[in-house]
Nanobody
């Protein structure tokens, strides 16, 4: 059974930084692309970033491009989301996800492309 466990959320002032981590277990981590989504109260779940299984390909939503960086450490079965210059509108629950298929050459941005989700970690950015 695949498990994704996020950590690193919290409360930060606008302009600050946080690094989220997601530890994965249950299948060969290095074979799957990983991603991050978030959901704010009353809003749809939103794609943020994804990284390919080999780390050779990354993709970001326009809303976070230039501020957030996704990375992975296949030796530690962990994916990270470094978030800089945080804004109050970044307040949301952040979810780590794992691709449905192995070795996909291009990362995906749709929720249905990911079959495993973490429990989420809350990020609150105060103004």
């Amino acid at each position: 059974q695949v498990q994704l466990v996020e950590s690193g959320g919290g409360v930060v002032q606008a302009g600050g930084s946080l690094r989220l981590s997601c530890a994965a277990s249950g299948r060969t981590f290095s074979s799957y692309a990983m991603g991050w989504f978030r959901q704010a109260p009353g809003k749809e779940r939103e794609f943020l970033a994804a990284i390919s299984w080999s780390s050779g390909n990354t993709y970001y939503a326009d809303s976070v491009k230039g501020r957030f960086t996704i990375s992975r450490d296949n030796a530690k079965n962990t994916v990270y989301l470094q978030m800089n210059r945080l804004k109050p509108e970044d307040t949301a629950v952040y979810y780590c996800v794992q691709d449905r298929l192995r070795f996909r050459p291009v990362v995906r941005t749709l929720k249905d492309d990911y079959d495993y989700w973490g429990q989420g970690t809350q990020v609150t950015v105060s103004s």
